[in-house]
């Protein structure tokens, strides 16, 4: 693309492209994370209540007390996780976006900068 002749309504294409990528791989790490990963990350987080000695070395359980607290709890686990996932990708393409109007050496600044953000 030549950068200089890009109109307003250009920048807000490419601006709504970026927000659509980053919004599809949020919602594809959503749809993984519910049958496969939020289990493992309630069972590890278990793990840790038992080891580090707050529940007396036994068994612990979460306790239920509504009618859809585990398909909630199941739910935002899905769906921090899947915010910790899309992280990288969303500066990513933030990174596509903006590096295009930047100058060479603020470009060589920023790709020293940004692996110290994750």
Known sequence: MAEEGMSFTSHLDELRKRLIYTLLFFFLAFS???PLGATHIINYIQDIAITSGHTGGGHTQ???IGP???FSLTMRVSFYAAIVLTYPFAM???WRFVS???YRHERQFFL???PSIF
């Open 92 to 94: 990513f393409q933030a």
């Open 100 to 102: 295009p109007g930047l």
């Open 62 to 64: 979460f306790t239920v």
């Open 32 to 34: 993984v994370m519910v």
């Open 68 to 70: 859809m607290e585990t």
């Open 112 to 114: 020293v900068a940004i």
